[in-house]
């Protein structure tokens, strides 16, 4: 709660204005029952009209004050709660983006967006729609109960049996809605993965006709979200007929009991009915602030899940980081070992020990799961080596700052990504500043030349989520010049021609080394023809290298790489 409160002192101004609107509009509803009784008492009493008409504008002029001072509430609560949550919203996305990959991994992606939308919406309406009960109540049902036993003392001891009664009710209901809470969010999660899962691969569904089989996923995850929710709802609903039950209850005791004494003379009309104006503030003061209690207790349930994202330290900081630069561009791996999690028995990667020289290009190449795409990670940080080290200029990799290492490294990797935007807009995430010169050499390096003319508008050609009207070459060859845009000091392109035809991809490797020639590059690729010339090829075998050599020295010595090759000369794929 003392994070939370943090997030609340940037809107410390709001919040304290709301509050004292709250007390103060609180304070002028508690006058208007005693002046009621004076005119019931005094003005009809004595038919003194004069009386009776100057304090019914006093009535009319507390309502007033007390609906401006509504309004202004209103106002600033709207502000604080809606401040706070775009607070806590942008601390979390601002956290999610220090996580490396193993720290994404704990977490799956529709469950972030859960905790980044719903759960922050949440404790925003908790705010919204608490601040104002929870503040208003407490002094409301205070002073009513104090005014009730100065009006008729005896009569004021029906509070001591409701009061116990509400507040047993109440801790019934969050001691059970609480958990459910937590299941329900836990629903929306599952629901948000399968929504996501099926956008994402919404041409694989209908390519494949499983509409109907996805239609049922999501059935079954909508219906879980709707049983958690009924359950939640059905039981936090509880609270307002278990309210109304005392509270008329409690007002059919003061009548019966209130009415004797009326009729005997000890209790006047007016105090009665003023007494029983009282009472209904108490008894209404009870029921919002249990509905604050349950609003509070669904936000604690995603303030929780929300705490979660926040105090995850991310794996991989820069604490033995210094001020060193990348210079050369040499790599090498040092008896290097790696497994996603430590409790898992066997590593991903065994024993990993090369070294690349300044502007050398190495290819990797092994069977699918040889974890040649997980070994490439390692080297800007995307996750961290579990034992062994990683030199770069014979330094170890955590001697650089990550954003210093990362900017050094250009990755294009297995899965082209670009983003909603104009073809221009995608490059300039390789540098912010690029000049028309450097655009037009870095899409000349990458053959994206050759068809840029051809889109509608050329740079400013907008690309759709995903890029998702060019097609699979078009994305990687754009994703390249991203890459060289940022003229790093290695480059790593994982399995990123895989689209692309043996000539556009020999005119590019060409572009590299000719533009490029200091660059340290590795290739990962299923294609010999794709590696063949690079001065080392490197063989993974179930995340062990199995051979390294040059293609001419692996195709007479390793058997893996012989049957890689020939199976590709029988199956089309020549090598030039």
Request: with cysteine.
């Amino acid at each position: 709660m003392k994070k939370l409160l943090l997030y609340v002192k940037k809107y410390k101004k709001e919040f304290i204005l709301a509050v004292i609107c709250i007390q103060v509009e609180t304070i002028f509803e508690l006058v208007i029952p005693l002046i009621m009784a004076d005119i019931i008492d005094v003005g009809v009493a004595t038919g003194d009209k004069h009386y009776i008409l100057v304090k019914g504008f006093q009535m009319v002029a507390f309502a007033l004050v007390s609906l401006i001072l509504g309004h202004a509430c209103a106002k600033y609560t709207a502000r604080a709660g809606s401040g706070i949550g775009a607070e806590i919203r942008k601390a979390e996305f601002q956290k999610m983006q220090s996580y490396s990959f193993a720290n994404t991994d704990r977490f799956s992606t529709p469950s972030l967006v859960t905790r980044l939308t719903s759960d922050i919406t949440a404790i925003q309406n908790s705010i919204t729609n608490g601040l104002r009960p929870g503040f208003r109540s407490p002094v409301m049902m205070i002073t009513a109960m104090v005014v009730s036993f100065r009006i008729n003392p005896k009569l004021a001891l029906v509070f001591f049996l409701a009061a116990p009664t509400l507040a047993v009710i109440l801790f019934f209901i969050i001691k059970n809605v609480r958990p459910l809470y937590g299941k329900m969010q836990g629903a929306m999660d599952m629901v948000n993965r399968i929504i996501q899962e099926n956008l994402t691969a919404i041409r694989v569904v209908k390519a494949y006709v499983r509409g109907d089989h996805e239609i049922e996923k999501f059935q079954e995850v909508n219906d879980s979200l709707q049983s958690s929710s009924e359950r939640s709802f059905s039981l936090a609903s509880l609270n307002m007929p278990a309210m109304q039950y005392v509270m008329y209850g409690t007002i059919l005791s003061i009548l019966w009991f209130g009415g004797n004494m009326v009729i005997l003379g000890n209790m006047k009309v007016g105090a009665l009915t003023s007494f029983l104006s009282y009472v209904l503030q108490v008894l209404n003061s009870l029921m919002m602030f249990s509905n604050v209690f349950l609003l509070f207790t669904r936000s604690l349930t995603s303030w929780k899940r929300i705490s979660e994202v926040l105090d995850e330290m991310p794996a991989i900081n820069d604490d033995r980081a210094t001020d060193r630069v990348i210079e050369k561009g040499t790599i090498r791996f040092d008896h290097v070992y790696f497994k996603y999690k430590d409790t898992a028995k066997e590593y991903v990667l065994s024993d990993i020990s090369f070294q690349i020289e300044p502007g050398q290009t190495i290819g990797i190449i092994g069977q699918t799961g040889a974890a040649k795409s997980t070994l490439v990670q390692l080297i800007p940080r995307l996750y961290e080596a579990t034992e062994g080290n990683i030199y770069i200029d014979d330094h170890p990799i955590y001697e650089y700052t990550q954003d210093h290492l990362r900017d050094s490294i250009a990755m294009v990797l297995q899965k082209n990504t670009l983003f909603s935007g104009t073809v221009r807009e995608n490059l300039y995430w390789g540098k912010e500043d690029a000049t028309d010169e450097e655009l037009e050499r870095a899409v000349n390096i990458s053959c994206v030349s050759e068809f840029l003319d051809r889109l509608e508008h050329g740079y400013d050609t907008e690309l759709g989520q995903g890029g998702v009207n060019v097609s699979g070459g078009q994305k990687q060859r754009i994703c390249i010049a991203r890459a060289i845009l940022r003229e790093p000091k290695i480059m790593i392109l994982d399995d990123s021609t895989s689209a692309l035809d043996t000539a556009t991809e020999a005119k590019i490797k060409e572009g590299l080394e000719k533009e490029l020639p200091g660059m340290t590059k590795i290739m990962i690729s299923q294609r010999i023809s794709s590696i063949m010339h690079a001065e080392q090829i490197i063989i993974l075998d179930d995340g062990r290298i199995n051979g390294i050599g040059t293609h001419d020295q692996l195709l007479e010595e390793n058997e893996i790489y012989q049957d890689i090759y020939y199976s590709q000369q029988k199956g089309g794929i020549q090598a030039v």
